[in-house]
């Protein structure tokens, strides 16, 4: 299976602020990532795909980049309804896999 | 607008089978060229893909479940199911479906969710 390593695994961060996540995929997923949004009590929802695509209706301020191993995703102007947690999944391979989470809250 | 509702016993018992549905609504699972899967989530292990089905009926599934784990297709009724033998309670989790628009075997949209509690 790849491992996807996500860090951090929380922060807290100030509104207009930005942020920076970062997955480490245990071998090149070929950018086969994808980047989820978790608000709570809700289902995850897609906001980048292929490393770096945004998602249809996704506000411009959410990014992702990074290639072969090594990714991020970031929030440029950090907002309230921003708080969530944030998953990374890779598709490159089966089974399919996710980072661990980073949960984002407001200073 | 394509929008996924899973449905099913809230409760099983150990070492009963957990059998969950996902009903599909603004879209047809058998015209497109789309996976239709299920992911379950738990406080100990995070997120993690159960399996999922190719709209040709071809099923993929996670290698630490394989053995457990029955995915189909109802076309006439535009759902698919998730059959779970032998439950414990590291079952205990709450299930989603999801689409997935290859090379993504599952991603978007996900249903909103349904708890499944594994105990006596």
């Known amino acids: 299976d790849i491992q996807m390593t996500q860090s951090p695994s929380s922060l807290s961060a100030s509104v207009g602020d930005r942020v920076t996540i970062t997955c480490q995929a245990s071998q090149d997923i070929n950018n086969f990532l994808n980047w989820y949004q978790q608000r709570p009590g809700k289902a995850p929802k897609l906001l980048i795909y292929?490393?770096?695509n945004l998602e249809t209706g996704v506000p411009s301020r959410f990014s992702g980049s990074g290639s072969g191993t090594d990714f991020s995703f970031t929030i440029s102007s950090l907002q309230p309804e921003d708080i969530a947690t944030y998953y990374c999944q890779q598709y490159d391979d089966l089974p399919l896999t996710f980072g661990g989470g980073t949960k984002v809250e407001i200073k | 607008q394509l929008q996924l509702q899973e449905s099913g016993p809230g409760l099983v018992k150990p070492s009963e089978t957990l059998s969950l549905t996902c009903t599909v609504s603004g879209g047809s699972i058998s015209t497109t060229s789309y996976y239709w899967g299920w992911i379950r989530q738990s406080p100990g292990k995070g997120l993690e893909w159960i399996g999922s089905?190719?709209?040709?009926?071809?099923?993929y599934y996670n290698p630490s479940l394989k053995s457990r784990v029955t995915i189909s297709l109802d076309t006439s009724k535009n759902q698919f199911s998730l059959r779970l033998t032998s439950v414990t309670a590291a079952d205990t989790a709450i299930y989603y479906c999801?689409?997935?628009?290859?090379?993504?075997?599952?991603?978007?949209?996900w249903g909103q969710g349904t708890l499944v509690t594994v105990s006596s």
């Open positions: 089905i190719y709209h040709t009926g071809s099923t």
């Open positions: 292929d490393a770096s």
């Open positions: 999801a689409r997935g628009i290859p090379p993504a075997a599952a991603d978007r949209p």
